[in-house]
């Protein structure tokens, strides 16, 4: 099994945006040879997330945004699924156009929150996203009763199969909540309508787990390849990123040790580290991810040589 060795570069985004804090979730598309689209999120003092949209040069194992940060999405109209926040997920490019899929929050009455994922058309000439829908294409169903979000995605033939993180259930002891989510595969021909596995593609560790999120995939090597976040140990509170292996996509095998990356001893993501997001530019393999307090510090990335 081949062993994954992250060197971190530091940080890329640090939240200065006037209005803003934090810079979270992010991920990338490519546009042209070294250019790349980047998206991520950002909140306003009301703590309402928006989806600003950036350019990154993206070459030899070097990360560098362009310019300034464009707000491209801010939350949705009032009773709609997204009217509380909107938070960036993952591009796809499919039959000829460029979309990418968003997390749309709504606050709650019983619990704090639900969660469920839209999909904006993306125009890279303008640097814009539409929303193609006022509804989500990825909800809530049988499989996943309390919200759907955070699709990674890989095309396979004509089908494309998304991991997502699917959440079952909450649990509320006196005034605290605590929601269980973790990663499920859904199966779809046009990106709209999905069917999703009955079965969790990662199952909680032990007792002490509740929360495994925003799954990277791709292939290397003649095998799948996810990392992803999680958090609930016997001793550690805060996300770290996992990482698991699949010769067919369906079944997964969890080796968290082999994930190549952890905390730092000091500095912005010496408490925390997660959200990655893992791609592959001319031989070198990149991960954004994000450190402590959920993006508060913004979002870094590390290398790794194919």
């Known amino acids: 099994m081949r062993v994954f060795r992250w060197e971190k570069k530091g940080l890329v985004f640090k939240p200065d945006i006037a209005g803003f804090t934090h810079g979270s979730h992010p991920c990338v598309l490519p546009i042209e040879n ?70 749309g929050w709504e606050n709650m009455v019983s619990v704090p929150f639900t969660a469920n994922t839209g999909r904006l058309i993306f125009d890279a000439a303008a640097m814009s996203l539409e929303r193609e829908f006022p509804c989500p294409v990825l909800g809530r169903d049988p499989q996943s009763p309390i919200f759907s979000g955070a699709p990674c995605f890989v095309k396979i033939g004509d089908e494309v199969w998304g991991w997502y993180t699917s959440a079952c259930r909450w649990e509320q002891k006196g005034s605290d909540f605590k929601h269980y989510y973790s990663i499920r595969r859904a199966v779809s021909k046009d990106g709209i309508v999905w069917a999703s596995d009955p079965e969790l ?42 990482f698991a292996t699949s010769k067919d996509g369906l079944k997964w095998d969890r080796k968290d040790s082999l994930a190549g990356i952890d905390v ?31 993006g508060k510090t913004g979002f870094g990335y590390a290398v790794s040589k194919l």
């Open 34 to 103: 070294d250019l790349y689209a980047v998206a991520f999120t950002c909140r306003d003092p009301k703590q309402r997330s928006h989806i600003f949209l950036s350019r990154a040069k993206i070459a030899k194992g070097c990360f560098e945004l362009i310019g300034k940060p464009k707000l491209a999405l801010a939350p949705g109209p009032l009773g709609h699924f997204d009217r509380d926040g909107v938070l960036s997920s993952s591009f796809l490019s499919l039959n000829g156009k460029n979309y990418l899929y968003y997390g």
């Open 201 to 242: 593609a990662i199952p909680f560790v032990d007792e002490h787990e509740y929360a495994v999120a925003r799954s990277s995939v791709m292939m290397i090597e003649g095998e799948y390849c996810m990392w992803f976040a999680h958090r609930g140990t016997k001793s550690i509170p805060t996300y770290r990123i996992g």
């Open 264 to 294: 730092s001893p000091t500095g912005w993501d010496s408490q925390m580290i997660g959200y990655p997001h893992v791609f592959e530019n001319d031989g070198w393999l990149y991960m954004l991810y994000n450190g402590n307090d959920y």
